[in-house]
């Protein structure tokens, strides 16, 4: 995160002085019994849990200096903080501590590096940085579902292959797997699989392992992909999507729609379709019919967001369309090894299944 060697502790703590807190600064008073060992390892795993940072102690919330009462006899030994803090984290956080003075008082500079897994206490508690609405931060309580997501993200693994546990092959819908076999057959499609019988197409899109014991065969690909809704609803309840429009600053419509990814789709199209009016424009001597949005415009992130989103987070796929803008949001942040630095030129889905479904179809 931070190059020790370029930067000095002095310099990073008067930069973060400037910002203030931030998502990647904290302040912690650390007077004589203000702050606690445990609040120290508290705010350690959170910035880690988030992008790493500064964290400065003996310094108020508002930026002022108040200084660092001694922790270790008559003083404060910053080989001994790191070791506390290393060996009450879970996995252990090696940071890098510094001892400064500020305004001619002590400060203590923990860097904290941001971790590629999820990390808590020793004692069992998880906390996470976040940005309230007002555009503070705070420490939050990192859940379960959080958790699961980023552990599955670091070891690169695909959530739609979590395996159905209970799920049958009775509790898909054949309207679904029709639907995904007719849009394989016309278009772009890959023609061969809209020959398949049902269970070849399953274990084609490696939704469908008969290697595994019965009730555990399907995986959450094949609900996200072809459960009934009421499968859907208990395998994956986080599925879901709302489409609203806003004219002229009013809610014009907003509709919740529940259904396996193929559907919700084309409902998603069927919505925009039917709103994505022409204007004529003249080109020279012609008139040029010009669309509201270009089609490949209106599928491409709608695609993206049903097959790139993370379906362990909470909250649906938010599309909006304004009189202005069409926009397209679904939770969960880049994939692993995907920066705004290299997104226009590396693709790396967060589910493979996923997207090799989408592509076939």
Known sequence: MHNY???????RAGAALETGESYTVEFKRATTGATSDNDIVLAVVCLANGAGGCLLLGVEDDGTVTGLAPRHGERTNPHLLRAMILN???P???TQVDLIQLEGLPVAVVDVPRMSTPVGTKSGTYVRRAIRADGRPECVPYRAHEIISRGLSAQGRDYAETA???VRIEDLDPAEIERFRALCGRGRGDRAMSGLSDIEMLR???VLRSDLPEGEQLNLGAVLLFGREATLAESVPT???LFQETRRGTLATNETIRAPLLKTAERLYDLLDVRNSEEEVMMGLQRVAVPRIPEQTLREPIANALVHRDYSELGPIRV???DETLRVSSPGGFPPGI???TILDDSRPRSVLLADAFKRA
């Not at 060697?5 to 310099?11: F, G, K, N, P, Y």
């Open 88 to 90: 009450r984290t879970e």
């Open 92 to 94: 252990p956080v090696a």
């Open 239 to 241: 599925a879901e999507c």
């Open 164 to 166: 159905a546990r209970g």
């Open 5 to 11: 060697d370029r930067v000095s502790a002095e310099e």
């Open 320 to 322: 909006h369309l304004s």
């Open 339 to 341: 920066t705004l630095a």
């Open 204 to 206: 084609a899109l490696r």
